[in-house]
């Protein structure tokens, strides 16, 4: 069995990882005033937010090219690998994950595992790392996803976002969310629930927001079985994400921290300034 790893360019992968020869990255389009960018490829992070803020349009997103994408699988197969476990944005922010198990059957030659990880970022660059670690390996197929599934069952994340209407244009979080936190001034944290942004608590202000955050990272850091990792994820905000990386570092000071960043994909969703807070099991 020869395992390939397939992920999307929403994934926030090390450094390490990067270039393995194992691993394959599908980009997401983005579009920004008719023109259509490919994350990783066309635009990235750095310079998408400078983009953004001098778009006409409010900008969107879309799944990749089927035939690009088939493209691709079928080149990995002419590579010799015979499996290919592909690891996702969430499902409830992407359909790619379910459009791709629609397929999958029409490429010849390898089987292919869609993996929705129920997150992006660093928590999902995270099992993309783990599954190209246990594949080259030699471990089974079954533990492989059995990790996976420990992992993505204890990831965790809170959003505090600067503006709720990139969200609500963009379809990913209801209206009346947005409303509420327009009207009464409330600065909501989100979270990820069964892969969905979803509203979970209303705080008065930016800096108890933060302070809430931190103290539910803190809580799952002592209920969680296994051993963790704590992220600080941002869009175009980093100053803002050291001073939560100290502040978590302070209160959990045995705790392994990571600063990454949202990439122009899901920076389109959540807007610029935007702060994740993040826990995984290892």
Do not use: C, W
């Not at 390898?110 to 390996?137: F, K, Q, W």
């Not at 996803?145 to 992992?151: H, R, S």
């Amino acid at each position: 069995m020869k395992i390939a790893i397939v992920t999307d360019s929403t994934a926030y992968l090390p450094d390490r990882i990067k270039n393995h020869p194992n691993l394959f990255v599908i980009p997401i389009p983005v579009i920004l005033d008719g023109k259509v960018y490919n994350e990783g490829i066309d635009i990235e992070a750095d310079e998408y937010y400078d983009l953004l803020n001098n778009s006409n349009e409010f900008p969107t997103t879309s799944q990749p090219a089927l035939g690009e994408v088939i493209e691709l699988y079928e080149s990995i197969v002419s590579k010799g690998y015979d499996t290919i476990i592909s690891i996702h944005l969430s499902s409830g922010i992407s359909g790619f994950v379910n459009t791709l198990s629609t397929i999958k059957e029409s490429i010849e030659g390898a089987t292919i595992y869609p993996y929705d990880s129920r997150i992006t970022s660093l928590p999902m660059g995270h099992m993309v790392e783990v599954a190209l670690d246990l594949s080259g390996n030699n471990i089974d197929l079954q533990k492989i996803f059995e990790k996976l599934d420990i992992i993505r069952d204890n990831t965790y994340a809170y959003l505090v976002v600067d503006d709720l209407n990139n969200l609500v244009r963009g379809g990913r979080l209801t209206n009346g969310a947005a409303l509420i936190g327009g009207l009464l001034k409330i600065k909501p944290i989100l979270t990820f629930e069964e892969g969905k942004i979803v509203l979970f608590e209303k705080i008065r202000s930016t800096k108890r927001a933060f302070s809430r955050s931190e103290e539910v990272i803190g809580k799952l850091n002592q209920s969680i079985a296994h051993p963790v990792k704590l992220y600080v994820i941002h869009a175009n905000n980093l100053e803002v994400a050291e001073e939560e990386k100290l502040k978590l570092q302070e209160q959990y000071p045995e705790a392994e921290i990571e600063i990454g960043h949202f990439g122009p994909v899901i920076g389109t969703h959540l807007g610029e300034k935007a702060i994740g807070l993040a826990i995984s099991a290892q």
